[in-house]
Structures are given as C-alpha cells and as structure tokens.
T-cell receptor, first 115, second 114 residues
Framework: EADICQTPRYLVIGTGKKITLECSQT?????MYWYQQDPGMELHLIHY???????EKGDLSSESTVSRIRTEHFPLTLESARPSHTSQYLC??????????????FGPGTRLTVT | KNQVEQSPQSLIILEGKNCTLQ??????????LRWYKQDTGRGPVSLTI?????NTKSNGRYTATLDADTKQSSLHITASQLSDSASYIC?????????????FGRGTQLTVWP
C-alpha cells in the first residue's frame, strides 16, 4: 500500500488569499504529479516533477506553481485564489522505471472551495 | 488526438448483481491500461493493469479484459457489494514519453443499492 499524504483534505477560503496545498510521500519516488479534477470529469495533469529541482507544467494550464526541494515533498501554491480555482486537487507519485511508466499512487486529494 | 471514452456514464444495480463497464481508447503508442476505483472524496486506487499482450486480468471480484486490436477494454464486477459504489476510471498510458503520460476517462459512476 502506497503512502502519500495530502493536507488539508478540505479548504474553504476567500478570494485573493494565498494558499499552499501540501503533498508528501514516503516511498522515495522520483516522479510526482498534481492533477485537477472537477465533479464528473476526468483528471487533468497540471504539474509534474522528475525529481528534486525539476518541475514542469502539465496539459492543463494552471495559475498555480509548484516546487520540489526535497524528494518526498511537492507543494502546490496559489498566490491569489479565485472562485475559478474551486476544484479537487490530487497528488500522485511513481517510481522511475526504465522503459516503462511506473504505476502512479494517488493521495486522498484536497477539496478546495474559493468563495 | 489521444482519448479515453467510458460508458455508461452512470449505472445503478442491486446488491449481488453483476455488471460490465466499457472503455474505448485511441491512445497510441499503447503501453498499458489500468482500471482505477475512486471512492467519493478520495484518490483513485488501482484495480488492474494490463499490457498489450494480456487479454484478461482478475483481482478478486473484478475482471478486466483488453482487446488491443479494437482498442477496447471492459471491467466486469461479479456479485456486487454496497462497497463497490464508486467511480471506475479507465486510464491508458502511452509509450511515447519518459513521463509515461496517463490519459484518463471520465469514469463510470456505479451505485449499488441494497
């Protein structure tokens, strides 16, 4: 069983506030990912990282930023939250496997509501 | 364009009954296909994974099939239980990138009634 944690699980915040969503994994995985998911819709990749000091933007444009200073930690930050940022944010991690994409293990998600 | 389509969008069945969920994909080059179960308010959890050469894979009451020629997969749930109520997501991975890009379907929302 993978161990990947996200905090907070739920967050209700006012427009204009700065927020950071935390994601930590204890499996030593090199690759980490952030997805955004709206109800009834597919997951969209917004950020990913191959390892420490590596961050890339995903398929879906996002105003959020990420950092990867430590292997186990991949926080996501919104400098100024807006109602359009209301969504579920899922963090995942996977091993770096030669010639094959490793299985991604997902955290429980953070449900963000911006009022 | 790489896509994953799932049907039905939602399904209601009675406890103890069987059901089959469908997944069609256009992802190329194909690497593998996974079925995930996502409980409400939780992250997805992997049920099965199949590569190009595998036709069927079982995990308890869950049996997945793959037809790589027609690019179709199905997930069969036997003797459904109330705890099977969840969204079932078909996820296809391509071979074309070191990232191992995942393409997600929108999921089938399954509700099992007592």
């Amino acid at each position: 069983e993978a161990d990947i944690c996200q905090t907070p699980r739920y967050l209700v915040i006012g427009t204009g506030k700065k927020i950071t969503l935390e994601c930590s994994q204890t499996m030593g995985h090199d690759k980490m990912y952030w997805y955004q998911q709206d109800p009834g819709m597919e997951l969209h990749l917004i950020h990913y990282s191959y390892g420490v000091n590596s961050t890339e933007k995903g398929d879906l444009s996002s105003e959020s930023t990420v950092s990867r200073i430590r292997t186990e930690h991949f926080p996501l930050t919104l400098e100024s939250a807006r109602p359009s940022h209301t969504s579920q944010y899922l963090c995942a991690s996977s091993e770096r496997l030669a010639g094959s994409p490793g299985e991604q293990y997902f955290g429980p998600g953070t449900r963000l509501t911006v009022t | 364009k790489n896509q994953v389509e799932q049907s039905p969008q939602s399904l209601i069945i009675l406890e103890g009954k069987n059901c089959t969920l469908q997944c069609n994909y256009t992802v190329s080059p194909f690497s593998n296909l996974r079925w995930y179960k996502q409980d409400t308010g939780r992250g997805p959890v992997s049920l099965t994974i199949m590569t190009f050469s595998e036709n069927t894979k079982s995990n308890g009451r869950y049996t997945a099939t793959l037809d790589a020629d027609t690019k179709q997969s199905s997930l069969h749930i036997t003797a459904s239980q109330l705890s099977d109520s969840a969204s079932y997501i078909c996820v296809v991975s391509d071979r074309g990138s070191t990232l191992g890009r995942l393409y997600f379907g929108r999921g089938t929302q399954l509700t099992v009634w007592p």
